[in-house]
């Protein structure tokens, strides 16, 4: 059997600020090593209940967070750029993916919530549904056939997860979000234990998983924070400008879709600041 991690940070116990997540913070490199004991606790888990290959794609940032000596007994990928980003070598074939220390879509409440590019993406919808990295990276692996299996973070994601992919997704709560900025952490070694569990029972539960799908032609439309970040998505080509803050892109192929999503996004950032 084999398995894809889409890792990414927010979602871990105790993560509450971005002092925590990025290598200037003072915090950063704590927060690495509780990263790597609950992805040692999934692979864990996975392990024992008989997966074969397990990868870990390095989800977080500029994604050179990771390397497989802090993950033993995993092939982790990490680096950017990546065609497919948070969810790298999708296009390979996996049995399962299991997104880990997730966190809710932009617009939430949730702890650390954003979609993608933090302070640039308001908000994002497929074919009209509101979507966070959930919905957008489980759409491409249902592309593929591949079903979401597991997912941990905040209450918060968790809730999304199954209020969109269905309630036989596991999932294991590291936190409850109190705000943007704070959360209730619960204590780690239980986390461990519940993380390892919950990836075991995933496996197990593997009559239960279900693909997710989005309806062809599928269409993204992004919101973002000012004008100008939609200037510059304007120039890609068959990127159709609604209003002010807001663009839109259709396709047959959801792989073009997400792709072009990503492309928007780093158009974005680089029209974040501009010098005159």
């Known amino acids: 059997m084999k398995i894809l991690i889409s890792a990414d940070l927010e979602g871990v116990s105790g993560v509450v600020h971005p002092d925590q997540i990025y290598p200037d913070g003072i915090f950063y490199k704590e927060t690495l090593q509780k990263w790597a004991q609950e992805l040692s606790a999934v692979v864990a888990g996975l392990k024992e209940a008989g997966a074969e290959l397990i990868v870990i794609n390095d989800a977080h940032n500029h994604m050179r967070n990771l390397n497989s000596a802090m993950v033993p007994n995993a092939t982790v990928v990490s680096g950017w ?27 939430s409440r949730s702890t650390l ?41 905040d209450e918060e994601v968790c809730y999304e997860a199954q209020s969109l992919l269905g309630d036989q997704v596991v999932t294991v709560q590291t936190k409850k979000g109190i705000s943007r900025y704070a959360a209730i952490s619960y204590p780690f070694e239980l986390n461990l234990k519940n993380l390892k569990a919950g990836a075991t029972k995933a496996i197990k539960e593997k009559d239960k998983w279900k693909v997710y799908k989005i309806t062809s032609p599928c269409t993204v439309t992004v919101t973002f924070s000012e004008p100008n970040h939609a200037d510059a998505c304007e120039l890609i080509p068959n990127v159709k400008r609604t209003n002010n803050t807001q663009v839109e892109f259709t396709s047959q192929l959801y792989p073009n879709v997400f792709k072009c999503f990503l492309a928007m996004g780093t158009l974005a950032q680089s029209r974040d600041e501009v010098i005159t």
Do not use: W
């Open 113 to 153: 919530s954003h979609t993608y590019r933090p302070r640039i993406i308001k908000e994002v919808l497929l074919n009209k549904l509101p979507v966070g990295e959930v919905g957008l990276n489980a759409a491409l692996a249902g592309f593929y056939n591949i079903p979401v299996a597991f997912i941990c973070g």
């Open 81 to 107: 750029q990546k065609p497919f980003s948070m969810m790298a070598t999708v296009e390979n074939g996996y049995d399962a993916v299991f997104f880990t220390g997730y966190h809710a879509m932009a617009g």
